[in-house]
C-alpha cells in the first residue's frame, strides 16, 4: 500500500508538471494547426526569468509568498513579450503554408532562442529553491509530500478546470472553438481569424512560461531544460490528441502514473516507459485519445 500510494502522489506531481508544460502547446495546435517547437523555448525562459527574480526578490530578504507571485508574474511577462515578437514578427508571415514549413521555421526560432539564452544568462546553472524550502511539508503516514507539489496539483487542476471552462461558456471561446473546428467557416461568418492567432499564440507562449515559473524551484535551470520538456509536451499531447485540452490532462496523468510506477518498480525502463505508452496508445488512436472531429470538406 506504501508503495502504490508513493506512486500514486509521485504520479500526480508529475503529471502536474507536464499538464502545465503541454496545455499551451495543444492550444496553439488546436486553434493554428501549428507544431511549434518554440514551446520549449517559452518553458526556459519561464524558469531563467523565474530564477533571476527569485535573486533580485530573495537577496533583499522579501516575503517568501510574494516572491513565487513575482517569479511567476516576471515569467509571464516574458513569455508575453516573446509571444508577441514571434507571433507578429515571424509566424503571420508564414500562415498558410506547408506544415513542414511551419514547423522548420519554429524549429529555427527554437535555435535562436536558445542561443539568445546563452547571451542572457549565460552557461552557468540558476537554482530558485526558496519557495519550495518556504512551503514546508507534510507527512501522511510513513510519506513525506512537499507542500510545493501538492500546490503544484492543485494549480494544474485549477487551470484544466478554468481552461475547460472558458473554451465551454465564454465568448472567446466559442469563437476558438469555431476556429479551430473550420477556420474557413469562421472567417466566412466574419470572425477575425487573425486576432484570434495572435492572442491563442500569447496565451500559449504566457502558460509556457508558467510552466517554467513554477518548476524553477524544483530543479536546476540549465542549459537544454527546454529540449528535454518539448519531447515530453510532444508525446503528452500526442497521447491525448493534439489540439485537446482533455486530451492533455489524461495524457499527462497516464504519462505521469506510468512513469512513477517505471521509478518505484522498474527504474530501468524510466525513460523508455513514456514512449511505450505513446506507442501503444497511438497503435490504437492514430490522432490521440481526445482527437478532435475533422470536418470532410468536398
Known amino acids: ?55 533580485v526578490w530573495y537577496d533583499r530578504g522579501l516575503n517568501d509568498a510574494g516572491g513565487l507571485l513575482f517569479m511567476v508574474a516576471f515569467a509571464m511577462l516574458i513569455g508575453l513579450v516573446i509571444g508577441i515578437v514571434l507571433e507578429r514578427g515571424i509566424l503571420r508571415f508564414v500562415y498558410g503554408r506547408d506544415e513542414v514549413v511551419v514547423v522548420l521555421v519554429t524549429y529555427a526560432v527554437f535555435l535562436i532562442l536558445e542561443d539568445v539564452l546563452v547571451l542572457v544568462w549565460g552557461a552557468r546553472s540558476f537554482t530558485a529553491y526558496q519557495p519550495m524550502i518556504a512551503a514546508g511539508s507534510i507527512d501522511i503516514g510513513d510519506l513525506t509530500l512537499s507542500n510545493y507539489d501538492i500546490g503544484l496539483v492543485v494549480l494544474a487542476g485549477a487551470l484544466a478546470a478554468f481552461c475547460y471552462w472558458a473554451l465551454k461558456y465564454t465568448r472567446y471561446g466559442r469563437l476558438l472553438t469555431v476556429v479551430i473546428f473550420d477556420r474557413e467557416t469562421a472567417a466566412a461568418f466574419g470572425i477575425n481569424v487573425r486576432v484570434l492567432y495572435t492572442v491563442t499564440f ?46 492533455a490532462l489524461i495524457g499527462a496523468l497516464i504519462v505521469g502514473i506510468a512513469r512513477a510506477a517505471s521509478v518505484h518498480l522498474v527504474p530501468q525502463l524510466e525513460l523508455f516507459v513514456i514512449y511505450a505508452v505513446m506507442a501503444l496508445v497511438l497503435g490504437f488512436r492514430p490522432y490521440g485519445l481526445f482527437s478532435q472531429v475533422q470536418p470532410r470538406k468536398i
Do not use: C, Q, R
Open 1 to 55: 500500500m506504501l508503495t502504490a500510494f508513493a506512486i500514486f502522489s509521485d504520479g500526480l506531481v508529475y503529471a502536474a508538471y507536464l499538464f502545465l508544460v503541454a496545455v499551451g502547446l495543444t492550444l496553439i495546435f488546436g486553434v493554428m494547426k501549428i507544431l511549434n517547437v518554440t514551446h520549449g523555448s517559452f518553458y526556459a525562459f519561464g524558469a531563467y526569468g523565474a530564477a533571476t527574480a527569485a535573486g
Open 202 to 247: 500569447i496565451i500559449g507562449a504566457m502558460l509556457g512560461a508558467l510552466g517554467g515559473a513554477m518548476m524553477a524551484p524544483k530543479i536546476s535551470v540549465t542549459l537544454g531544460i527546454g529540449v528535454e520538456v518539448i519531447v515530453l509536451a510532444f508525446a503528452v499531447v500526442a497521447i491525448g490528441g493534439m489540439g485537446s485540452i482533455e486530451g
